[in-house]
């Protein structure tokens, strides 16, 4: 199995910036597709990116793309989320989420694809 710990988030100006990280431990970490959701007050969960863990190749929503950028750290087993220009629509919680071993093949943009998730991080951009 593979858990996971989200944190960096917090309150922020419009148009300001914040990286989120994910920590990750477990034998099948190494074998994972990481993507990064996020969901508001009564809206449905919502895919961010996604990032290929051997390759690193990544996939962003529309929605974001040109403000977010999806790394990870196979060292420090951790993934990151590094938001610009943050926008009041932008806020919800943010949740990081590991693919097992067995599943979906790349790409990856469903939250039905992932086997594994962190309890989210609060992003709140004010205006």
């Known amino acids: 199995q593979v858990q996971l710990v989200e944190s960096g988030g917090g309150l922020v100006q419009a148009g300001g910036s914040l990286r989120l990280s994910c920590a990750a431990s477990?034998?099948?970490?190494?074998?994972?597709?990481m993507g990064w959701f996020r969901q508001a007050p009564g809206k449905e969960r919502e895919f961010v990116a996604a990032?290929?863990?051997?390759?690193?190749?990544?996939r962003y929503a529309d929605s974001v793309k040109g403000r977010v950028t999806i790394s990870r750290d196979n060292a420090k087993n951790t993934v990151y989320l590094q938001m610009d220009s943050l926008k009041p629509e932008d806020t919800a919680v943010y949740y990081c989420?590991?693919?097992?071993?067995?599943?979906?093949?790349?790409?990856?943009?469903?939250?039905?694809?992932?086997?594994?998730w962190g309890q989210g991080t609060q992003v709140t951009v004010s205006s």
């Open positions: 990032i290929r863990w051997v390759g690193g190749s990544t």
């Open positions: 989420a590991a693919k097992g071993p067995y599943g979906s093949a790349w790409p990856l943009s469903s939250p039905n694809q992932f086997d594994y």
């Open positions: 477990g034998r099948t970490f190494s074998y994972s597709d």
